[in-house]
T-cell receptor
């Protein structure tokens, strides 16, 4: 089993604050995805990172893949209430996706 | 973007009955489909990997005789929960992979077993 640990598990912040979510593993992954999930819905893909050290930006979201492809981070600038949700990272290896434990983000107006 | 549908979106059944959940890729052919289950406030747990025309590969601890998976075409996979019991109540989510490292998720099916 290739475990991915996310931290923090829960995060409650005020609108306008910045935050970073971490996704760590002892395993090397071919790629890593970040998803956001709303209650009662399936996860929605935010980004896929493939190359070690890769940085991708999606508006106020910045994703980074670690140099060794074992970890990743998601940074949100000036969080908004619409960013509230469950953030999941998933590593890909051997035709499978291994999900992290999830980070529940609540952005208060 | 790629669209994956699931049917039904929710189902309530009596203990001992079987329930079938369908997963369809609507605008692409999926070489592989995955089935996950998710308990409240938890992450997704991979149950099985399904490749078209071949037997599904189940994760450790998942009973293949209880969770029957059929991937008859490149756009359809089904999960049948046989002899369902209350502990099988969960949110079941499928995903489809066209190629490469990207999977697209269905909206999920909420199963409640009474």
């Amino acid at each position: 089993t290739q475990l991915l640990e996310q931290s923090p598990q829960f995060l409650s912040i005020q609108e306008g604050e910045n935050l970073t979510v971490y996704c760590n593993s002892s395993s090397v992954f071919s790629s890593l995805q970040w998803y956001r999930q709303e209650p009662g819905e399936g996860p929605v893909l935010l980004v896929t990172v493939v190359t070690g050290g890769e940085v991708k930006k999606l508006k106020r979201l910045t994703f980074q893949f670690g140099d060794a492809r074992k970890d990743s981070s998601l940074h949100i600038t000036a969080a908004q209430p619409g960013d509230t949700g469950l953030y999941l990272c998933a590593g890909y290896n051997f035709n499978k996706f291994y999900f992290g434990s999830g980070t529940k983000l609540n952005v208060k107006p | 973007g790629a669209v994956v549908s699931q049917h039904p979106s929710w189902v309530i059944c009596k203990s001992g009955t079987s329930v079938k959940i369908e997963c369809r890729s609507l605008d692409f052919q999926a070489t592989t489909m995955f089935w996950y289950r998710q308990f409240p406030k938890q992450s997704l747990m991979l149950m099985a990997t399904s490749n078209e025309g071949s037997k599904a590969t189940y994760e450790q601890g998942v009973e293949k005789d209880k969770f029957l998976i059929n991937h008859a075409s490149l756009t359809l996979s089904t999960l049948t929960v046989t002899s369902a019991h209350p502990e099988d109540s969960s949110f079941y989510i499928c995903s489809a992979r066209q190629q490469g490292h990207t999977q697209y998720f269905g909206p999920g099916t909420r199963l409640t077993v009474l």
